[in-house]
């Protein structure tokens, strides 16, 4: 059978199900948020770039934003028939790509995406199961829509599945 790849821009977010493979590349201090349920087979998969999208003036890209990104993925996979009391996440990236000294709040904008999305999904009500976040490398993700695997790929690295 063939499965269909679904490709994830930067600041983007997608959804799928069945067969489907939906995959983003270049997660540096960016986040790749998977939601996925077991039931239907419908899963997203939003590459987050910052945590609040009340920092921003110019914000009208809601999946660039852990705040507005997860909650708008959530309601696209609740109307395409997923169960919120179902519905599973897992998360990686957020790593810190470039080490600057006495810039800690800009430097750590990776740590930043990572707590602003385990935040958003407590508040949201969904579970997170897994993670793969921090340290210093990028990432490529696939979110398996027939299984909910998550598969996780770094150069010079083990493939990963969380």
Same mark, same amino acid.
């Given at each position: 059978?063939?499965? +269909?790849?679904?490709?994830?821009?930067?600041?983007?977010?997608?959804?799928?199900?069945?067969?489907?493979?939906?995959?983003? %590349?270049?997660?540096?201090?960016?986040?790749?948020? =998977?939601?996925?349920?077991?039931?239907?087979?419908? &899963?997203?998969?939003?590459?987050?770039? %910052?945590?609040?999208?009340?920092?921003?003036?110019?914000?009208?890209?809601?999946?660039?934003?852990? +705040?507005?990104?997860?909650?708008?993925?959530?309601?696209?996979? %609740?109307?395409?028939? =997923?169960?919120?009391?179902?519905?599973?996440?897992?998360? =990686?990236?957020?790593?810190?790509?470039? *080490?600057?000294?006495? %810039?800690?709040?800009?430097?750590?904008?990776? +740590?930043?995406?990572? *707590?602003?999305?385990?935040?958003? !999904?407590?508040?949201?009500?969904?579970?997170?199961?897994?993670?793969?976040?921090? !340290?210093?490398?990028?990432?490529?993700? *696939? !979110?398996?829509? +027939?299984? &909910?695997?998550?598969?996780?790929?770094?150069?010079?690295?083990?493939?990963? *599945?969380?």
């Amino acid at each position: 059978m063939l499965n +269909d790849m679904i490709k994830v821009g930067m600041a983007d977010l997608k959804t799928g199900k069945n067969s489907d493979i939906i995959t983003t %590349l270049g997660l540096g201090s960016c986040i790749g948020i =998977a939601l996925y349920d077991p039931a239907t087979k419908i &899963g997203g998969l939003a590459h987050i770039m %910052l945590p609040d999208s009340t920092a921003i003036k110019n914000n009208s890209n809601i999946a660039k934003f852990a +705040d507005t990104g997860i909650t708008e993925l959530l309601n696209q996979m %609740l109307a395409m028939g =997923a169960s919120k009391a179902r519905i599973v996440a897992k998360i =990686a990236g957020g790593a810190s790509m470039f *080490e600057m000294k006495g %810039l800690s709040n800009i430097g750590n904008v990776g +740590d930043r995406n990572a *707590e602003a999305s385990r935040k958003t !999904l407590k508040e949201l009500g969904i579970k997170l199961i897994a993670e793969d976040c921090g !340290l210093n490398y990028g990432r490529t993700v *696939e !979110l398996y829509c +027939d299984t &909910g695997k998550f598969i996780i790929k770094s150069v010079g690295k083990d493939i990963k *599945e969380i």
